[in-house]
Structure formats: structure tokens, C-alpha cells
């Protein structure tokens, strides 16, 4: 079973900055927290990932709180081709053996 | 194109067929997954290959499932006698494995219709 808790569905506007929120509450102390989406009829993305830092690349951001039970996926100007299902996901191990996804958050991003 | 190709993209079958996906994974990839996701749902953990090793199997894949890495590279995942509760899409992701990121890369999926 998944280890997190997403909200079904959020709307951003174009060009604002998109916070999606996960509680992973049961997190263990070498458990990863990892962001993944999946836009319309394609396979998943890899996002972005983080143990206990807040971590940023070129797609995204992830705070994570200093007690590790949530995180946030910031996408920092939302466009149109953001909207996609968000997936917040714990695994073990850094070199995961798998992902166990749950069901994510719909992003609907509008003009 | 050097990412993860699945074929074929989409299959119609009948119930009672037999049907086979191809995954073929990013070169140098060692570790090789298979999922399946229907709709509405996250995609579901099947098993996963480390090199030709089948190292997990999910108690969803049923003994009408069989996936194979016979050389380390390319896999395969039967399905025989499908039914109709099989229509799904099938995802295979490949990762480095020890040293990697904990990244997977997936496929485009392949979907299944099972009429």
C-alpha cells in the first residue's frame, strides 16, 4: 500500500506557482521521498527526490518539513503542459528496488 | 531515440488469447520493472529484473503471467488466456541500479483491450 496521502485534485492559474502537498507521516529514517507525474497517455516522469534537504532542480522544488512527516512539490510558474497527475511516493532505499504509487494529485492548470 | 520503447503501443485481443509485450530498456540499464495501471489508478508494481534475475514478483502477477530478461537487456511479459479484468496499460521502466539516482525511466506503455 502506498505511504502517502495526496488530495485528489487541484487547479492553478497559468503562470503561478503550483503547491502540491503530500503527508507521508509513517516515513522512516532512510526512506526517500520521491515526485513523480504522468501527463495524459504517456508513462510517468521522474520529477524530483529528497531525504531530509529541500531540494531544486530545473522542472520543480521540494520542501520538505524539518520532521519529515510532509513535503511540498513547488512548480514555480505553472504552464498549461504542467497539467498531469502528481505523484508523492516513500521508498527505502536510494537505489529503490521499486516505486509503490498511489493515486495522486490531479493538476489542472488553466489560462 | 535512447529511452525505454514498449511494443507494441496498443493490442486488442479476445478472451482466451494469448498476447506479449517487448520492453527494451535504456542500454546499460540493469534494472528492468513492469507495472500495470487502469484507469483512474496509479500504475501497480508487477516485478522487476535485476540484469536476467527476476528478483520480486507481486502477488498480482497471477500464474497466467510470465516475464522473462532471458539475456540482461530486452523483456517480455505474457499473458495467456486473458480475461477481460486484464485490459490495462502495461508500463516497463528501467533504472541503473546500484550507483544510479533511484530514478526510473518509463516506457509509453503498452495498452491492453481485452474484448
Known amino acids: 500500500d502506498a505511504k502517502t496521502t495526496q488530495p485528489p485534485s487541484m487547479d492553478c492559474a497559468e503562470g503561478r506557482a503550483a503547491n502540491l502537498p503530500c503527508n507521508h507521516s509513517?516515513?522512516?529514517?532512510?526512506?526517500?521521498v520521491y515526485w513523480y507525474r504522468q501527463i495524459h497517455s504517456q508513462g510517468p516522469q521522474y520529477i524530483i527526490h529528497g531525504l531530509k534537504n529541500n531540494e531544486t532542480n530545473e522542472m520543480a522544488s521540494l520542501i520538505i518539513t524539518e520532521d519529515r512527516k510532509s513535503s511540498t512539490l513547488i512548480l514555480p510558474h505553472a504552464t498549461l503542459r504542467d497539467t498531469a497527475v502528481y505523484y508523492c511516493i516513500v521508498s527505502e532505499s536510494y537505489n529503490t528496488d521499486k516505486l509503490i504509487f498511489g493515486t495522486g494529485t490531479r493538476l489542472q492548470v488553466f489560462p | 531515440d535512447t529511452g525505454v520503447s514498449q511494443d507494441p503501443r496498443h493490442k486488442i485481443t479476445k478472451r482466451g488469447q494469448n498476447v506479449t509485450f517487448r520492453c527494451d530498456p535504456i542500454?546499460?540499464?540493469?534494472?528492468l520493472y513492469w507495472y500495470r495501471q487502469t484507469l483512474g489508478q496509479g500504475p501497480e508494481f508487477l516485478t522487476y529484473?535485476?540484469?536476467?534475475?527476476?528478483?520480486?514478483k507481486s502477488r498480482l502477477l497471477s500464474d497466467r503471467f510470465s516475464a522473462e530478461r532471458p539475456k540482461g537487456s530486452f523483456s517480455t511479459l505474457e499473458i495467456q488466456r486473458t480475461e477481460q479484468g486484464d485490459s490495462a496499460m502495461y508500463l516497463c521502466?528501467?533504472?541503473?541500479?546500484?550507483?544510479?539516482?533511484?530514478?526510473?525511466?518509463f516506457g509509453e506503455g503498452s495498452r491492453l483491450t481485452v474484448l
Open positions: 542500454s546499460e540499464h540493469n534494472r
Open positions: 529484473f535485476q540484469n536476467e534475475a527476476q528478483l520480486e
Open positions: 509513517t516515513i522512516s529514517g532512510n526512506e526517500y
Open positions: 521502466a528501467s533504472s541503473p541500479g546500484l550507483g544510479g539516482t533511484g530514478e526510473l525511466f
